[in-house]
């Protein structure tokens, strides 16, 4: 009998590691590989159209001159990465790299790229992420791997642009996470400030976030099992990928963007971010916006609130 209920119990403690391994796998794919619209370039560019029409003129001109150009570079690793770049409509150093979002790319950053070029006169760049665009890899890296994978992109800018140049970096969602990554590390001086909408706090928050709203599942153990298992797979885990921890170490200025209402990146995030960033520092609470949708609800304010933030630091 006991021998009987020895086995049954290692039996069950099987089913349940089995059973948890299982479920930390699958919120892995589910969260890292998801179905991913960011690799379908032709919807993208009509997504951006029929969203931000005014985007169509400056759209039209840069692709009938060729001035949206590709460029590529490989990672360490060996991962093919992607980014476009447009240079200023007259020779300037003053360069904004922008960075995109969950299951977007870099075309669906052209707003922010005409923000900076049309309206600003600036250079730009606009990575594709890893699994995004043309840039190989085979999961997302939610801005902790990307960060690197940036930094790469910071340092071919000045071959692109030249190299007396002053640059501002802009991420939106997973892009503002992946930028306040980037800016807790050791960057050329020409990296003069950087501008974060809806950025998280960290991957472990988001998720548990996501866990419990999507799920109504807690904490533990599926995210800690799922974790583990991303350091396996990917080389990171969820509690080390921390813009919160990040921000802390920058010294360079930021501007902190957020809509008011949104519940996907939840705005309580910001106000930790803003307060753990050291001065120089600027936040922005936007009425009425949800998640990533501040330039569509507020594209004149956003605009003119960038311009008077990034004149101050790029000249």
């Known amino acids: 009998m006991k021998k009987k209920l020895t086995l049954s119990i290692s039996i069950a403690v099987l089913i349940l590691i089995a059973s948890l391994i299982g479920g930390s796998l699958y919120m892995l794919d589910y969260s890292l590989r998801p179905e991913n619209r960011g690799k379908n370039l032709e919807t993208s ?9 005014h985007l169509c003129p400056w759209l039209d001109s840069l692709q009938q001159q060729h001035a949206l150009r590709d460029t590529f570079i490989t990672a360490p690793d060996g991962i093919r990465m992607h980014a476009y770049y447009a240079r200023a409509s007259h020779p300037t150093r003053k360069t904004a790299i922008i960075v995109h979002g969950y299951t977007d790319n870099a075309i669906r950053m052209l707003h922010i790229g005409y923000l900076y070029n049309r309206d600003l006169d600036f250079n730009i760049l606009l990575p594709d992420l890893r699994y995004s665009g043309l840039t190989e890899g085979d999961a997302f890296q939610m801005g902790w791997l990307d960060r690197k994978d940036v930094i790469q992109w910071i340092h071919t800018a000045p071959a692109l642009f030249g190299d007396s140049l002053q640059a501002v970096v802009h991420g939106i969602s997973m892009g503002a996470a992946t930028t306040m990554m980037v800016s807790g590390e050791q960057l050329p001086p020409y990296i003069n400030c950087f501008v974060e909408d809806c950025g998280y706090t960290s991957v472990w928050d988001q998720f548990k976030k996501e866990l419990k709203s999507q799920f109504g ?23 080390e990928a921390s813009a919160l921890k990040q921000v802390a170490r920058c010294h360079q200025p930021m501007f902190f963007i957020h809509g008011d209402k949104d519940d996907f990146v939840p705005t309580w995030m910001v106000y930790q971010l803003y307060n753990a960033k050291p001065q120089p520092k600027q936040l922005w609470i936007v009425e009425g916006a949800d998640h990533a949708t501040s330039y569509l609800h507020e594209r004149e304010t956003y605009t003119r609130k960038v311009k008077a933030f990034v004149d101050r630091y790029v000249r």
């Open 45 to 53: 560019f009509e997504f951006m159209r029929s969203r931000y029409p």
């Open 217 to 239: 599942l807690p904490a533990f153990p599926l995210l800690y099992t799922a974790s583990w298992l991303c350091q396996l797979q990917n080389g990171w885990n969820f509690q």
